[in-house]
């Protein structure tokens, strides 16, 4: 079973049961405890601690993690065992308030046993010492022999912290077989190697208050954590989660990046697997919003984008790696999180900038830090000021040089390093600098203070004369501008300076300062002197698309609230040319009427054509004009409030339409969640829509040419392909039951002993049992054991057997089943087993012979 059928398979399961599949939440979470989601349950906490009401009492997902930073740090061992992730997934089945441990451990046991095919015999369980219920229940009405039941401690208890919910857990661990450590159980500390765990059951029925007294809850709930990397190295026989399918499909691309093969040399394989791990971390970080910074999750990301291009260096490879890995993690993943597909090209431009940059800084730090090291020799302590050198003027990280410098024997003098980095942070405070982000170290706050802010004329003007105030690496302080600097949501202008002596392209636009407005151009720019003049032009197309798309986030803000009701607000929002991305609370996904009704609101106001009015006045005024704060921006005592016709009053810094009408056709493309009651809609406006509804035309008459009908003949013409589609298949099914039929009497005339265990063609396991059911019911037969090795992969055995024959179906190819390496049903009439080693397939059907005697 590989990864996307585990996906699908553990979904499928759950809600056949009853549960609602819910999306995986964003890697960023709405819990400032954390840096990132690192558990299935992280998105679930605030209906398991009563702050918010469940949408159902049951749900399904499987949710994208991150451990990296803070007390879930595992980066450092990443690629060194064969385990350590910094992203992994957690399938997960969630109770709240309705069933408990009576339903959750046997649907546990079910899907382990029956749905994945584990060997029962191989399966361990652990409760807590003091949960008598579970044991009961995993006992006698699972079965599973109470002497591999354990009981365990504090590792069979789980809480949210110090105070709340808490309770007793039960796990499955998975017995990896002799070779790999003593016997046991999961209980014995020296057999961690041996048992594996691969189902988590909380069962959160308690509740501790400050004073440490704990109370029953009133409905118990269930928290299931399944690692789905853990789980297939089990379904795949693999060893290291780098071995399964989807891992061992970035490994080969690390492969073919490097020019290097896994089994190279040490250095090789660790770098290997560094490289392939961490690019599934950086893509799904980026793709969720999370961008390379110096502060809390972006420093988390930078450090491991950095360590997987350190690596790639340490291989002598001086193409980027990092854009081609973000390639191989879309097309692996993309099915499972088809947002990967979507920001494909942003999270490509993210990795791309990030590594060039810090290809330099490797250039540049690495020499200092050699020569160094050379001078002092291996096993050396390297002094904090050399440490904090590198730092502070090369931007070389610290964990880089401390890392690099182990490797070579050696440590760093980190009180030495600490006492200069807060002598350094207090200068910088005494001196109110603003940096940016990232390995510019411009004092733009000095900038601002000795030569005075921008003076921003860009919402009337797109062209206009100007005096460089500063030229810096990354780019050009101008003393007045057109260009708009990203906040608020919307992104920067693009456009061009241009000069007696040259032109540059400004790629973005930025503050380095409060009110200091940055112009950002390619590395490399040949940049005009200081007091140039300037002619400052933005893409006044882009601009258009922008502020089409930005008045229109006011548009559907209100027509949300309308919909949807008060409790509706804005959570976040991009304003880019080509799309907008509106984010919004609200507890549940939005029916295909409600979609409809907002979109026909907001085209009803763009067609109504009222003026978009921009205006400045006092904070006081806005609020008594009724305007709305919109989330992420930090207003002064004097604000901008944009009245977007006659419904929507609402404070924004942004660029806007002069009317309603000039936004154009408006259409929402997608509706999603992205976290607990917070949604995002994602629309387009102007000739993006009829753009869209061309392609749909064009696919439609496509889909209608295939069909052989007419444009509006489409569905009756499937209806009819469909209905021929299902006709067929019960032709051919009469067809294979017939064909069965006929073959078991050729079958039954070979018998031994009343026995029939032979190997059959390229049957489905359907075919394989219904072929199996008609030569047991042949006269003179008692046991039928067929097997199989289908074209589309693994092993099927089919065993049947007559009531009074003296024979047990499930016996009979219990052994065999080992030997393909499956397992499957242990029914004494009829058992369905499965394998995943189609080369001992003839000797499990010996094993067959031999268990019925023959």
């Not at 009819?720 to 298949?729: E, H, N, Q, S």
Request: contains cysteine.
């Amino acid at each position: 079973m590989k990864a996307n059928e585990l996906r699908r398979a553990f979904t499928d399961y759950f809600t056949a049961r009853g549960h609602v599949a819910t999306p995986s939440a964003s890697l960023i979470p709405h819990d400032s405890t954390l840096l990132f989601v690192n558990s299935g349950m992280v998105p679930f906490k605030p209906y398991f601690v009563g702050d918010e009401q469940p949408p159902s009492s049951r749900a399904v997902s499987i949710q994208k993690c991150v451990r990296a930073g803070g007390k879930h740090n595992d980066l450092d061992e990443v690629g060194r065992t064969q385990r350590h992730l910094t992203f992994f997934e957690m399938m997960g089945n969630f109770s709240f308030g309705d069933y408990f441990k009576e339903l959750a451990i046997p649907m546990a046991w079910e899907f382990v046993t029956e749905v994945l095919g584990l060997d029962a015999e191989r399966l361990w369980v652990t409760v807590h010492l003091t949960d008598d219920e579970a044991e009961e229940i995993w006992a006698t009405d699972v079965g599973v022999p109470r002497e591999r039941i354990q009981r365990l401690d504090e590792d069979n208890w789980w809480r949210m912290a110090d105070t709340g919910p808490n309770g007793p857990s039960s796990e499955i661990f998975w017995d990896k077989g002799p070779r790999y450590g003593p016997d046991g159980g999961p209980a014995n500390p020296e057999a961690d190697e041996r048992y594996v765990e691969i189902w988590n059951l909380v069962f959160m029925q308690f509740e501790t208050d400050e004073s440490g007294e704990s109370r029953s809850l009133p409905k118990p709930s269930i928290d299931t954590g399944a690692g789905l990397e853990r789980i297939l190295s089990v379904l795949q026989g693999k060893d290291s989660v780098f071995e399964i399918d989807e891992m061992a499909s970035l490994i080969e691309t690390a492969e073919a990046v490097t020019g290097r093969r896994l089994g190279d040399d040490e250095l090789t394989d660790l770098a290997l697997r560094v490289l392939a791990e961490h690019a599934r971390t950086m893509t799904l970080l980026i793709s969720d919003g999370v961008f390379p910074s110096n502060e809390d999750r972006g420093y988390v990301l930078r450090r491991i984008m950095r360590r997987a291009v350190r690596y790639a260096y340490l291989l002598g490879v001086e193409d980027l790696v990092t854009p081609r890995l973000v390639d191989a993690v879309v097309e692996i993943m993309g099915d499972a999180y088809p947002e990967l597909r979507e920001n494909h090209q942003f999270v490509r431009g993210v990795v791309e900038r990030e590594e060039k940059r810090f290809r330099e800084t490797l250039r540049t730090g690495s020499q200092l830090l050699d020569a160094e090291l050379a001078r002092l020799g291996r096993a050396a302590e390297l002094p904090g000021s050399v440490v904090f050198q590198l730092h502070d003027t090369y931007g070389f990280p610290l964990e880089v040089t401390e890392e690099i410098v182990a490797e070579r024997g050696g440590t760093i003098d980190r009180t030495g390093f600490d006492t200069a980095m807060a002598a350094q942070r207090q200068r910088a405070k005494a001196a109110a600098k603003f940096g940016s982000a990232g390995d510019d170290t411009t004092d733009y706050g000095a900038i601002a203070a000795e030569r005075g802010t921008t003076e921003f004329v860009g919402r009337d003007v797109f062209d206009t004369s100007a005096t460089v105030v500063a030229a810096v690496p990354a780019g050009i302080v101008l003393d007045r501008t057109p260009f708009y600097a990203e906040s608020g949501g919307q992104i920067g202008d693009t456009g061009s300076l241009e000069w007696a002596e040259g032109a540059a392209a400004v790629i973005d636009t930025t503050y380095g300062a409060p009110g200091l407005i940055l112009h950002r151009v390619a590395e490399g720019t040949e940049l005009p002197a200081e007091g140039t003049e300037v002619r400052a032009s933005i893409d006044i197309d882009r601009r258009n698309a922008i502020r089409r798309n930005h008045t229109a986030t006011h548009l559907v803000h209100h027509a949300l609230r309308a919909v949807l009701g008060d409790h509706v607000k804005q959570q976040g929002s991009l304003v880019g040319p080509d799309r907008l991305r509106f984010d919004f609370s609200h507890y549940e996904g939005l029916t295909p009427d409600q979609i409809a009704a907002v979109e026909s609101m907001v085209n009803a106001e763009i067609l109504a054509n009222p003026p978009a009015r921009h205006f400045e006045t006092t904070m006081d005024h806005a609020r008594e004009l009724g305007a709305v704060a919109f989330f992420g921006d930090k207003y002064g005592d004097i604000v901008r409030v944009l009245e977007a016709g006659p419904h929507s009053i609402e404070l924004c810094g942004g660029t806007h339409v002069k009317a309603l009408g000039d936004i154009g056709a408006f259409k929402i493309v997608s509706e999603g969640s992205i976290g607990s009651n917070i949604r995002r809609i994602e629309a387009v406006t102007g000739m993006a829509p009829i753009e869209r509804l061309r392609r749909q035309e064009a696919r439609l008459a496509a889909v209608a040419e295939q069909l052989g009908v007419a444009d509006d003949d489409i569905e009756s013409g499937l209806e009819r392909r469909l209905a021929d589609l299902k006709a067929l298949r019960r032709e051919l099914d009469d067809a294979r039951r017939a064909a069965a039929v006929d073959a078991a009497d050729d079958y039954a005339a070979a018998a031994v002993d009343g026995v029939v265990v032979a190997r059959v063609g390229d049957l489905t396991r359907d075919d394989l049992r219904d072929l199996a059911v008609a030569i047991r019911d042949r006269a003179g037969i008692r046991a039928v054991v067929l097997g199989a090795a289908p074209a589309a992969g693994g092993v099927a055995l089919v065993s049947a057997a007559t009531p009074d024959g003296g024979l047990d179906a499930g016996e009979l190819i219990a052994d065999a089943s080992k030997l393909v390496k499956g397992g499957g049903g242990r029914n004494p009439e009829l058992s369905v087993a499965g394998g995943k080693d189609p080369e001992q397939l003839d000797a499990a059907l010996d094993a067959a012979r031999a268990a019925a005697g023959i």
